[in-house]
């Protein structure tokens, strides 16, 4: 198929929330939030802006390739927002990093960054790409209830970024929607129209925990089944897994369910949460940057969002 993954990056926010600090806010504790998600630690946005990290990780990625922002065809954002309704998180960076290129964003929420390859994989198999900046960013902690224990302490913020060229590294991408708009929600900043007889609604995360946990199980399963099938692999023959960081409970099931050695799952949400669409591009970038891959080793990527969104890609490294 059409790209490999060229080059990585990434960027945090610098301040650190842990588990001992959130039993500060609300009525929880390190021992509930470990025991039941795996989550230790997470970062959130203070004085940052997205621009500024996305940036930060745009550049990086862009460094590690060897590409210059001139030969940049593509700029997807993955958000669910950036620091403005418009312009798009895309434009934003694109102006900072000097590209000129067709830029816009993707809201998929965790699946983001994975419909960002289903959407470069369609450009360039059509000719209309041949070398690709994706982008990703959450601020996820500017769209939680920080009285709501069952979900302020699930959730970090972050910014990646994947560089890709035209090659054969993509062996299978699979994606899906089962269309739900109760369980995950966030309502929209309803702004200031003095038409609206509409009650506002107050910008909170709200999710249905349990529901989305059996959603996430079993589209996580299938996906996986699916990229496999279609990559023409079983699961033993996958050098790592790069799950999406919502719940360690949800990756041990799935690691069950393949047989899948614990070496080869390859995890960061005791140190970031659920960064959402960001949490498998850092995981990627880190794992890259320590040296982990080698030239060859097969990769499968998979995640599950609001929407409810699903994905999968099968990649093979090539750097
Ligand atoms: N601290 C202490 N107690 C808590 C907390 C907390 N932070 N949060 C909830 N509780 C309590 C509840 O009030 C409840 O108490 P009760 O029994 O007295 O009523 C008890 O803990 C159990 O609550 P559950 O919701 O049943 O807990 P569960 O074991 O299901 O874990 C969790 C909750 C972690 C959210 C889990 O359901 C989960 O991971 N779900 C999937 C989330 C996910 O995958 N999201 C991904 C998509 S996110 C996106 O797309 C933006």
């Not at 609001?306 to 750097?319: D, L, S």
């Amino acid at each position: 198929m059409s790209f490999y993954i060229a080059g990585t990056g990434s960027a945090l926010p610098k301040k650190s929330v842990t588990n001992d600090d959130l039993s500060h806010i609300v009525d929880t504790s390190d021992e509930w939030i470990r025991t039941r998600t795996g989550i230790r630690e997470r970062r959130v946005l203070t004085d940052e802006t997205l621009t500024e990290l996305t940036t930060k990780a745009g550049k990086s990625a862009l460094a590690d390739a060897g590409v210059k922002p001139e030969e940049i065809d593509l700029v997807l954002c993955a958000t669910m927002r950036g620091d403005t309704i418009t312009p798009s998180q895309a434009c934003l960076t694109a102006a900072e990093l000097g590209i000129q290129a067709v830029s816009f964003d993707v809201n998929a929420a965790c699946s983001a960054m994975l419909y960002c390859f289903g959407i470069a994989d369609a450009f360039m198999q059509s000719g209309k790409a041949e070398t690709v900046l994706l982008l990703t960013c959450e601020a996820m902690s500017k769209q939680l209830d920080w009285s709501d224990r069952s979900t302020c302490v699930l959730f970090g913020d972050g910014a990646a970024a994947v560089v890709l060229r035209k090659g054969k590294g993509l062996l299978s991408h699979t994606m899906t929607c089962v269309p739900n708009g109760k369980m995950i929600r966030t309502p929209s900043h309803d702004g200031d129209s003095i038409f609206s007889t509409s009650e506002k609604q107050k910008v909170a995360l709200h999710m249905d925990g349990q529901e989305t946990y059996k959603f996430a199980v079993t589209t996580m399963v299938g996906q996986m089944e699916k990229a496999l099938l279609d990559a023409g692999l079983t699961a033993d023959q996958i050098d790592y897994v790069l799950p999406h960081q919502a719940n360690l409970r949800i990756i041990d099931a799935a690691k069950k369910r393949f047989k899948i050695p614990d070496e080869k799952v390859l995890t960061n949400i005791a140190s970031f949460g659920n960064m959402s669409s960001t949490s498998i591009p850092v995981l990627l970038d880190e794992n890259a940057k320590q040296g982990k891959f080698k030239k060859g080793d097969k990769l499968l990527l998979v995640a599950f969002g609001a929407g409810m969104t699903a994905a999968a890609t099968v990649i093979e490294w090539q750097k």
